[in-house]
């Protein structure tokens, strides 16, 4: 049986109010949950007192929490996560920028969004908020940057749980790559720039 269809399966029993599969769910789920926080690890600051083991801790343990999801399958179950590891960025992101200083935020290379032979950083909080605001134009659009960018999912695997076709999937992540990288570059010209890398 593949990683994908036992994953799905561990679910599905999950989902059914089986609680004796969440540790067989967990030991196959975190290298793959530890693998996604690593690449997004890189954009904390040396000397981070955020670890990634504490954010697949803090994904996984919301993931558990999520009462009230039917979980579908594994490619169901890694969006979720990806919007989870966003908010809990985010959370820290801020919490951290609270305690220090303004400047003190995640930075992300937009060219980690393969959207631009220009590299710039910005912070995680600027693509945050740009994805919020894309989120309000085209809600698909931002849940496949979601889950194209943080959670690394392949565009098949976005195409079964957004339930429409790869061409869709790709389509959509072209034209949300060229949104966000424009709406980044301008917000970059703010006060959040912290210019070319």
Not at 170 to 182: E, F
Request: glycine share 6%.
């Amino acid at each position: 049986m593949s990683s994908a269809a036992q994953v799905t399966e561990l679910l599905l029993e999950w989902s059914k109010g089986n609680p004796a599969v969440e540790d067989r769910l967990f030991g196959v789920v975190y290298s793959e949950l530890h693998r996604l926080a690593s690449r997004h690890m890189v954009w904390e600051p040396n000397g981070r007192s955020f670890q990634t083991t504490d954010l697949v801790h803090e994904v996984y343990l919301r993931l558990i929490n999520q009462s009230r999801v039917d979980w579908e399958s594994r490619s169901h179950f890694f969006a979720i996560a990806a919007r989870l590891m966003r908010r809990i960025l985010v959370d820290h992101a801020r919490a951290r920028n609270a305690e220090k200083r303004p400047n003190a935020g995640l930075q992300v290379a937009l060219s980690d969004l393969p959207i631009g032979a220009e590299a710039r950083t910005v912070e995680f909080l600027a693509l945050d908020e740009a994805l919020e605001r894309l989120e309000t134009i085209d809600p698909r659009q931002a849940r496949i940057v979601e889950m194209r960018f943080i959670a690394g999912l392949s565009e098949e695997e976005i195409a079964g749980a957004l339930g429409v076709s790869v061409r869709t999937v790709k389509r959509d992540w072209r034209v949300a790559r060229a949104w966000l990288y424009g709406a980044l570059c301008k917000e970059s010209h703010g006060t959040r720039a912290v210019g070319a890398s």
